[in-house]
């Protein structure tokens, strides 16, 4: 192979493997080096020039130039007769480089070159996927099953597979080879084998991405994601808030009849996803959160973060939820503790004397610190 098949074969392996031609000279320039240190006792005195222009590669010895009859070691040391013949200029005393042809290195040596050359390919490869998913961490990526063993799947994502474990699966879902799929990566750790990546159905910030790729106003920061609470594989509650007067934060979630939500909740094998105002007053906050929920009052305590919600008597089953779900994912939301009562309950307890009458204040006049009472 001439220079520039050489060259050439460097460049395909950079494109084909994604790795720098510098990382290719240097680990030539190594693997070199190994057959040296196979074939010659001294290594001290061997030096390994590749040009990373041309690919033109030598290896040199440097010897001491010595008397014909003193020559004790030939891996050091040339006679003054031999150094005459390369370059007649040659003293005794003189340290002169003598080209090795790596032709001349023996199988054992050529094996370990080789085997040092592919080790060094293998832990840059490894290098440079993990750094292409290291820094996909906390995003949304699609990835294709591969497998489903143990109740863990294995997920490739294109240059690497991924482990989506049992705990990290979307209740209910069934997964199958060839499915194509969205994961959040959720980690990925450097290991001798190449980087182990770690991906998840389940996390509440997998909503927020898709969110984010499926609706400009998200992705361009004029729609905020505040909060998010999740049963993954039931239902989501997400709390938006719009940085502009002139756009509906839910509305733009949503989209034009349910457009861009309902591919979320698709891609998602239907869990059902509410999306409410986010306010900066708990009370109305609460409120919104208890959607689809209809509620007559709040009075929350911002210092204990606790709440006290009445809601209409048919409403109560839908307030708490399905075995509280609706309640739960509330609490969560809003980082209250949430405790609701239906409209007879509240005035057998004696606790909002308030429904007794009829109240002097439109329903949104009556904000007093944290608390908010609609009528």
């Known amino acids: 192979m001439d220079n520039t098949e050489f060259l050439g074969a460097i460049n395909e392996l950079a494109a084909e493997k994604n790795i720098a031609k510098e990382v290719i000279f240097n680990a030539i320039e190594e693997a070199l080096m190994t057959a040296c240190k196979q074939s010659y006792r001294h290594t001290d005195n061997v030096k390994v020039l590749v040009d990373h222009e041309t690919g033109e590669y030598h290896v040199y010895v440097t010897k001491e130039v010595v008397e014909d009859d003193a020559v004790f070691d030939p891996e050091i040391e040339v006679s003054i007769l031999d150094a005459k013949e390369i370059d007649d200029s040659f003293e005794l005393g003189d340290m002169i480089n003598i080209e ?3 032709k001349e290195f023996g199988r054992i040596a050529a094996s370990s070159a080789k085997n040092v050359l592919l080790q060094s390919f293998r832990e840059e490869e490894r290098r440079v996927v993990y750094d292409e998913y290291v820094s996909m961490e906390k995003t949304v990526v699609t990835g294709i099953v591969q497998r489903v063993e143990d109740k863990r799947a294995i997920v490739n994502l294109g240059s690497s597979d991924a482990t989506l474990t049992e705990r990290e699966q979307i209740k209910g879902e069934t997964l199958k080879t060839g499915d194509r799929i969205k994961v959040y990566i959720l980690e990925v ?4 084998r190449g980087p182990k990546i770690y991906v998840s159905r389940t996390h509440p910030d997998l909503v927020k991405r898709l969110f984010e790729e499926e609706v400009t106003e998200v992705r361009d920061g004029i729609v905020e994601i505040k909060n998010i609470s999740r049963e993954a594989g039931s239902r989501t ?10 756009v509906d934060a839910v509305g733009a979630c949503v989209g034009m009849n349910g457009s861009r939500v ?3 909740v698709e ?3 239907n869990e059902k996803i509410d999306i409410i105002n986010w306010d900066e007053n708990p009370a109305k906050l609460i409120e919104n959160s208890l959607s689809p929920a209809k509620v007559i009052s709040v009075i929350a305590d911002s210092e204990e973060k606790t709440a006290k919600v009445v809601v209409p008597d048919y409403q109560l089953s839908l307030a708490i939820g399905k075995e509280g779900q609706n309640a739960r994912l509330a609490a969560r939301l809003t980082g209250y503790k949430i405790d609701i009562k239906s409209e007879t309950q509240a005035k057998e307890s004696g606790e909002f004397d308030f429904l007794n009458y009829e109240s002097e204040y439109d329903d949104d006049e009556y904000y007093e610190d944290d608390e908010y009472i609609e009528e």
């Open 262 to 264: 309902n591919s979320i």
């Open 189 to 192: 750790k450097d290991s001798r």
């Open 237 to 246: 509650k997400i709390a938006v808030w719009s940085n502009n007067e002139d």
């Open 100 to 102: 090795i042809k790596s």
């Open 267 to 269: 891609e998602l094998r």
